[in-house]
């Protein structure tokens, strides 16, 4: 299922055209709804995408009925927050950069990214049907991730602390194949393999830059 996902989005071109259509919301709709993808999300990866929609309303601290007024269906849901999680990666890309040395900024991106993949774990069930119905939504998703890991990479080769040799797209490959083959409960050991691969990175790197 995950391979069939990965295969959809693969052919992405990397693009930073905005992904939402939705006309502008009062403060309070945007809390709202901001909370419920939180709240979506942290539920979509622990427990799945199946989770019962009230928890997750209760979780956001509003009502059923807020949860439906900005998202109708669960397919809404699940995209509203895959959505989410790729605004939330490019942003942080762009805020690493501007706070952090570049290879520290991608080390952080990199563990923000399995964080991703686990929430993508998730909402499998509800993303297989999407292939062919909303098969565009893929593409951009996947290709605004790798514009910002080439950012992250590109820092780094600038900096002389990462290696050249590697591009956006073959590291969220690394990163997503390491997540998707540790147990769902071990978070924590995809966190160490990531941080094994953060050290590949960095192998070889001041020869690479000269």
């Known amino acids: 299922m995950e391979a069939e996902i990965a295969a959809a989005e693969s052919g992405a071109e990397a693009t930073a055209a905005p992904l939402s259509t939705d006309r502008p919301l009062r403060a309070d709709a945007v809390r709202n709804r901001d909370a419920l993808l939180g709240a979506a999300a942290a539920a979509f990866a622990a427990r799945g995408a199946d989770v019962p929609l009230e928890d997750i309303a209760q979780d956001a601290g509003v009502g059923i009925g807020t949860l439906y007024r900005h998202f ?3 397919d809404a849901l699940v995209e509203g927050v895959y959505r989410h999680e790729v ?3 490019c942003a942080e890309a762009d805020r690493l950069l501007e706070t952090l040395p570049p290879d520290k900024a991608l080390e952080e991106w990199m563990q923000l990214f399995v964080r991703h ?3 993508k774990r998730g909402m499998l069930s509800v993303l297989k049907p999407m292939l062919h119905s909303n ?14 890991a080439d950012k ?7 900096a002389g602390t990462v290696r050249r040799d590697i591009q956006g797209s073959d590291l969220l490959r690394a990163v997503g194949g390491i997540c998707m083959s540790t147990d769902q409960e071990a978070a924590q050991a995809s966190e160490r393999l990531v941080g094994l691969l953060f050290d590949g990175l960095k192998h070889g790197a001041s020869a690479s830059s000269s």
């Open 152 to 158: 992250l990479l590109a820092a780094g080769v600038a």
């Open 87 to 89: 605004d939330v990666l």
């Open 72 to 74: 109708p269906t669960r």
């Open 117 to 119: 993949v686990a929430t």
């Open 135 to 148: 098969a565009d939504f893929f593409a951009q998703t996947k290709g605004r991730a790798t514009a910002a």
